[in-house]
C-alpha cells in the first residue's frame, strides 16, 4: 500500500514538473516574436512590445487578457505576444474546437472570429502565438511602429490577422478600423506607446580617416617589403641594411624631438637656462 502511494506521489510530482517546464520553455518564443531590431542611417531600431513601460506593465498585452473589435456582424477578438485569458465575457460560438473547445473558447489561440450565420455565430481561428512575426510598418518612417501578423492554417481556410501597432507615447487608442483584405485575412489597427522603438546611435567607426590612415599604412608596409625584396636579392644585402633607407628612418624619431623643441621654445619663449647666441654677455 505504502508503495503504491509513493508511487503515486512521484508520478503527481512528475507530471508537475515536466508541466512547468513547458511552461518555462514557452515564454522565450512568445517574447522573442515580438521584438525586432534593425539598423537605419546608423541608429539602431529596437521594439520590444512586451517590455514594461511606466504606466503598462504588461507591455502592449492587454490586461483584459484580450482586445476586442466588432464591425457589422463579425466580432473579432486577440491578444498580441501571447494566448487569450477570459475570465469574463468569453466567446460563445460553435466551431471552436481549434481555439479551445466549447467549454475553453477562446483560450488556446491569439486570435478568434466569430461571424453570424443563420443566426448562429460560427468562430474561425485566425491567428495562433506559434505563428507570428514582426515586422516595421514603414521603413522609411522607423519611428511609425510595426506590424504583428498572425497566422492559422486550417482544413477549410488559411486565415491571418495584421494588427498595426502605431506609436502613440501618451495613450492607448483601438483597436479600430477593423478591415477584410481577403476571403480569411484581417487587419487592424492600435495605437500604443509599445508601437515606439528605443534608438540607439550606431558607431561609424572612423570613417573616411580610418580608409585614409588603412591605405597609407599598406602604401607604406608595401614600400618596405618591396624595397627590402630588392635590396636583398639584386643587392646582396642582409639583416637590417635590407630596409630602404635605413639612415633617414633611425634618424626621424631624433629629428621630429628636434623640430618640437624648436616649436616649443618658439611658443614658450627662451627657458632659464637656455641663452641665446645674441644675449649680451657681462664680464
Not at 542611417?41 to 514594461?52: A, C, E, G, Q
Not at 511606466?54 to 466580432?75: C, I, M, Q, R, W
Not at 467549454?103 to 443563420?118: D, F, K, Q, V
Not at 599604412?217 to 636579392?233: D, K, N, T
Request: charged share 15%; hydrophobic share 40%.
Amino acid at each position: 500500500m505504502k508503495i503504491t502511494i509513493s508511487f503515486f506521489n512521484s508520478l503527481r510530482y512528475y507530471f508537475l514538473i515536466i508541466a512547468i517546464l513547458h511552461r518555462v520553455g514557452s515564454l522565450d518564443p512568445v517574447s522573442a516574436v515580438c521584438e525586432l531590431s534593425f539598423v537605419v542611417r546608423d541608429k539602431v531600431y529596437s521594439f520590444n512590445l512586451v517590455s514594461p513601460l511606466p504606466n503598462f506593465p504588461h507591455g502592449v498585452l492587454s490586461e483584459d487578457g484580450f482586445y476586442k473589435a466588432a464591425v457589422n456582424e463579425t466580432v473579432l477578438w486577440f491578444q498580441l505576444c501571447d494566448g487569450m485569458i477570459f475570465n469574463h465575457d468569453p466567446p460563445r460560438c460553435v466551431e471552436c474546437l481549434d481555439c479551445g473547445g466549447a467549454s475553453r473558447c477562446g483560450m488556446e489561440c491569439s486570435a478568434l472570429m466569430a461571424r453570424n450565420i443563420e443566426g448562429y455565430d460560427v468562430c474561425t481561428t485566425i491567428g495562433k502565438v506559434t505563428s507570428t512575426s514582426t515586422n516595421i510598418i514603414d521603413n522609411q518612417n522607423p519611428h511609425k511602429g510595426v506590424i504583428v501578423k498572425m497566422t492559422s492554417s486550417g482544413s477549410k481556410h488559411n486565415c491571418s490577422l495584421s494588427v498595426s501597432v502605431i506609436c502613440d507615447s501618451n495613450r492607448v487608442h483601438g483597436p479600430h478600423s477593423l478591415e477584410k483584405l481577403g476571403t480569411c485575412d484581417y487587419a487592424a489597427v492600435l495605437q500604443h506607446p509599445s508601437g515606439c522603438a528605443t534608438i540607439n546611435g550606431h558607431g561609424k567607426g572612423w570613417g573616411w580617416f580610418g580608409t585614409l590612415m588603412i591605405i597609407v599604412f599598406c602604401l607604406f608596409g608595401g614600400y618596405l617589403l618591396a624595397g627590402a625584396v630588392y635590396r636583398h636579392f639584386y643587392i646582396g644585402v642582409h639583416g637590417l641594411d635590407m630596409i630602404p633607407n635605413l639612415d633617414f628612418w633611425t634618424r626621424l624619431p631624433h629629428r621630429t624631438q628636434s623640430v618640437f623643441a624648436s616649436l616649443v621654445r618658439r611658443f614658450r619663449g627662451p627657458t632659464e637656462g637656455y641663452r641665446s647666441s645674441y644675449s649680451p654677455v657681462n664680464f
